[in-house]
């Protein structure tokens, strides 16, 4: 990726609640590898120069042995712990990633990111400095309130689902996370390129992905990301 030097940082300190499993998901069996194998293993034979892994305290050192030593990621160069929030992990992360030009940060979540998606996220992130993947919504979407009345219907045309990777300048995206921390915002972050959006005032450039980078979140996804791993082995044999 050019001369710059870029880092991915992927997030796996979830419990995943609504799967509804004892073993977190990102360690759950997917086609005879673990979840989280896929992020790791795209991010491994991608231009990305060093992998900081994100994960539960307690699971480290079976990260370590099982995920890295096992597959020999090599570019997985630091696996630290998590915080409470995803926000906080994804602080732990950025300041684990320094010094760096450039950061993706994915959630280990989504095992079907490609190449293509990849490589597409970081150009986006050289020319605007914030970028991700995501793909426009194929349903109506309501608006609801605390009843669950609609209170109104957007215009899909300019609604898109947004995905990870998401890729910034890592200065860009360290500030937005330290201001963000200096107040006390009762606000839900689930995505970090709001963080650039509200206390930076940049813009962030989307690029579509695929309708296969699921985050895999319950049983039924689960079952799903299975047919389209399937699907895209195929393709890769073919």
């Not at 480290?60 to 998590?82: D, M, N």
Request: overall charge negative; some cysteine.
């Amino acid at each position: 990726m050019n001369s710059q030097n870029v880092k991915a940082i992927v997030l796996a300190a979830g419990q995943g609640k609504r799967m509804g499993t004892e073993v977190p998901k990102q360690y759950l069996l997917l086609e005879g590898h673990e979840l989280l194998y896929y992020s790791l293993k795209a991010f491994e034979e991608s231009p990305v120069d060093e992998v900081v892994l994100v994960t539960g305290a307690d699971e480290i050192s079976w990260c370590q042995e099982h995920l890295v030593e096992r597959y020999g990621f090599t570019k997985v160069k630091k696996i630290i712990a998590g915080g409470k929030e995803r926000y906080d992990s994804v602080y732990a992360g950025l300041l684990a990633a320094a010094p760096c030009d450039y950061v993706l940060i994915h959630d280990g979540a989504r095992p079907l990111i490609t190449e293509e998606i990849l490589c597409d996220v970081f150009q986006g992130t050289v020319d605007y400095g914030c970028c991700t993947t995501g793909m426009p919504v194929k349903d109506t979407i309501k608006v609801v309130d605390e009843e669950d009345m609609a209170e109104d219907t957007p215009d899909r045309k300019s609604l898109w689902a947004i995905h990870t990777p998401q890729g910034f300048s890592y200065p860009f995206i360290l500030e937005a996370h330290e201001k963000f921390r200096e107040g006390s915002f009762q606000i839900p972050v689930t995505d970090d390129t709001m963080l650039v959006e509200l206390f930076l005032r940049k813009r962030t450039k989307l690029v579509k992905g695929s309708y296969r980078n699921i985050k895999v979140t319950t049983p039924e996804d689960m079952e799903l990301a299975q047919v389209f791993l399937k699907s895209l082995q195929r393709n890769q044999k073919g």
